[in-house]
């Protein structure tokens, strides 16, 4: 069974990309965002506390996403895409022991890269029809700033695992899915 981590700065592409994933694998795709503003969006108690967070760029604490993940992996028998998770180090380091509990390991770690420049173009496009209110020039200095100082390391930790598949993000969306699908087709 695969376990995949999508994993890139915001705007790198991980939404869109972890779609062809999860149809080519038959995987499940958890993306912590989503649920977070599904949170939001039912008006949940759990939703009005994360909202000022979010809205202002910056994680969320790991105890609310490492028990969403939890439940997840005790939930799925075909194998997870996970889509912004893990966060920081901490994050990856509970995954592996998450999975382990259940016999599973992550397969590997696909890392979108795409140059600052564009990720702020690419956001600023998306606002316009995604209605994400952290989709705006203020907050997206802050989820830079977060990814910079906190996810980015994460990268490390699944190359020192030898777990690492870095895919260009920039081009054509189909071409950087089928890059993205050999390269795991490869392991
Ligand atoms: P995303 O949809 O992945 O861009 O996530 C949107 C926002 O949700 C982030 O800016 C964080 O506030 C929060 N979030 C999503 N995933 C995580 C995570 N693994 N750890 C902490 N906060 C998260």
Redesign the pocket.
């Known amino acids: 069974m695969m376990n995949i981590v999508i994993f890139g700065a915001?705007g790198a592409g991980?939404?869109t990309q972890s779609d062809f994933i999860v149809e080519r694998f038959g995987l499940t795709h958890i993306?912590?965002?989503?649920l977070?503003?599904k949170e939001i969006a039912d008006h949940t108690a759990l939703g009005q506390r994360?909202k000022s967070?979010?809205d202002a760029?910056?994680?969320?604490?790991?105890d609310?996403?490492v028990e969403m993940i939890d439940k997840a992996i005790a939930a799925d028998t075909k194998g997870i895409l996970f889509?912004?998770?893990?966060?920081?180090v901490a994050?990856a380091e509970t995954l592996d022991k998450l999975l382990a509990k259940h016999g599973r390991s992550i397969t590997c770690m696909v890392q979108l890269e795409v140059p600052r420049e564009e990720l702020v173009r690419r956001i600023l496009e998306r606002a316009k029809i995604s209605g994400r209110t952290?989709d705006n020039e203020q907050t997206v200095k802050g989820?830079l700033e977060?990814y910079d100082n906190k996810t980015k390391p994460v990268a490390d930790y699944y190359a020192k695992q030898g777990k690492r598949l870095v895919i260009n993000g920039l081009g054509d969306i189909k071409e950087i899915a089928s890059n993205i699908i050999s390269q795991i087709e490869k392991l």
Not at 31 to 34: A, E, I, K, M, P
Not at 57 to 62: F, I
Not at 83 to 88: A, E, S, T
Request: hydrophobic share 30%; net charge negative.
């Open positions: 915001p991980k939404g993306s912590t965002g989503d977070l503003r994360i967070i979010m760029g910056h994680l969320v604490s790991d609310i996403v889509d912004g998770f893990p966060r920081n994050q952290d989820r977060e």
